[in-house]
């Protein structure tokens, strides 16, 4: 599992990669937090594109970024999931919490 922060103002979007489960979830929360607890944004983002797989250590992920997010009177997305994903997440409460965005098909263009 790996993630890619970027910051640009008051955004920050972590980019998740790989499979996310309890053996990386720790790492990856140290990561987010450490840009959000420095850069204080007014929005964090959550892409889901590239992600493989998650268990319900994602879950925790995202509730507690939301925590940390809040305490900034910040707020947070969750973009890129699947519809599967999407599902777990609502069904999970996130979707009270966060905005939910499917990922997006791409058309092939001739």
């Not at 959550?46 to 268990?55: A, H, S």
């Amino acid at each position: 599992m790996n993630v890619t922060l970027e910051a640009s103002g008051d955004l920050v979007i972590a980019y998740l990669i790989g499979e996310l489960d309890h053996h990386s979830a720790a790492d990856v929360r140290e990561k987010i937090d450490n840009v959000v607890s420095y850069k204080k944004p007014e929005h964090l983002i959550l892409d889901f594109k590239n992600i493989t797989f998650m268990d319900s250590s994602g879950i925790g992920l995202v509730m507690g970024r939301y925590r940390l997010i809040q305490s900034y009177k910040g707020t947070l997305e969750i973009r890129n999931v699947t519809p599967h994903t999407k599902k777990i997440m609502e069904l999970a409460g996130l979707g009270r919490i966060a905005e939910i965005k499917e990922i997006k098909e791409q058309k092939n263009e001739k």
